[in-house]
C-alpha cells in the first residue's frame, strides 16, 4: 500500500481506517499508534458483512486492501504491488548529430548516446507529476548525450517508446526547467518490455538537430513482478 524505497511523493497527513461493505471509512480506536510497527486489533462488524477493508489514505490517494481476501483494491496504484522497477541497460552507441542556426557555419558533431538504466516510477519531477489513472506508470530514463564532449539530452520529439503490440508512445518531460531535459514515457504499470527510438529533426534553444536519418533503437526490459 505504499510507495517503494527511493520513490519520492508528496508528504501529507494520513489516516489509517476499516471500511465495512460500502460503509463511510471508520477511524481504528483511539489510543492506536503504528508509528512502532504493527498493531494487532480485534474490530466487530455485521454477521451479514461482505467485506471489510482497511483505507489509508495520505493527501489525495488513497489505497484500500481487504481484509477477507488480502487483495488490494483494483483502484490502488497499480505501480507499488511491483516488486521490480528498475532495471540497468548499459547501453551506448555513436552516431552524428548536424547542428545548424541563422548565421552560423552547419556543422556534424560525433555523438553517443548512452542510456544506462530505466525505471518505473508514480511520482516524477520536482512537481510530483502523476500518470493520467492508478493502472499507468511512468518509464523514466537515466540517459546522456554526449555531443562532441557537450553532455545533455534533446527533447522530447526526438524519442519514442514503441511497445510489444505496437502502441508507440510519446515522450514528455518532467523538467520545468528551460534548460534541464527529463525524458519519460507514460505506460501500463504492467510494463515489462518496449523499444526506444531516438532520432529526428528539430530545434533545441534555437539551433536545429538533425540525426542526418540515423535512429538508434535500444531494446528495454524489466523483469515482471
Do not use: C, H, K
Amino acid at each position: 500500500l505504499v510507495s517503494g524505497a527511493g520513490e519520492i511523493g508528496p508528504i501529507a497527513e494520513f489516516s489509517v481506517a476499516v471500511q465495512v461493505d460500502d460503509d463511510d471509512p471508520s477511524p481504528l480506536p483511539d489510543g492506536t499508534d503504528l508509528s512502532g510497527g504493527p498493531a494487532t486489533l480485534a474490530i466487530s462488524v455485521p454477521e451479514d458483512t461482505e467485506d471489510v477493508s482497511l483505507v489509508v489514505t495520505e493527501g489525495s490517494l488513497v489505497q484500500r486492501l481487504s481484509l477477507i481476501t488480502g487483495e488490494p483494491d483494483p483502484g490502488n496504484i497499480a505501480l507499488w504491488q511491483r516488486a521490480n522497477r528498475n532495471q540497468v541497460v548499459g547501453f551506448s552507441q555513436g552516431l552524428t548529430i548536424r547542428e545548424s542556426a541563422p548565421g552560423f557555419i552547419t556543422e556534424d558533431f560525433p555523438t553517443t548516446l548512452s542510456v544506462s538504466e530505466v525505471g518505473l516510477s508514480y511520482f516524477q519531477g520536482p512537481d510530483n507529476l502523476t500518470p493520467s489513472a492508478p493502472s499507468q506508470v511512468f518509464l523514466v530514463l537515466d540517459t546522456v548525450l554526449d555531443i562532441d564532449g557537450q553532455l545533455g539530452l534533446l527533447p522530447p520529439p526526438f524519442w519514442t517508446l514503441t511497445l510489444p503490440d505496437g502502441t508507440v508512445v510519446p515522450a514528455g518531460d518532467f523538467r520545468a526547467e528551460p534548460d534541464l531535459i527529463g525524458i519519460f514515457f507514460e505506460v501500463p504499470a504492467s510494463f515489462t518490455e518496449g523499444t526506444l527510438a531516438f532520432g529526428g529533426v528539430g530545434p533545441n534553444d534555437g539551433v536545429t538537430f538533425d540525426t542526418l536519418g540515423t535512429f538508434v533503437s535500444v531494446p528495454l526490459a524489466i523483469p515482471e513482478g
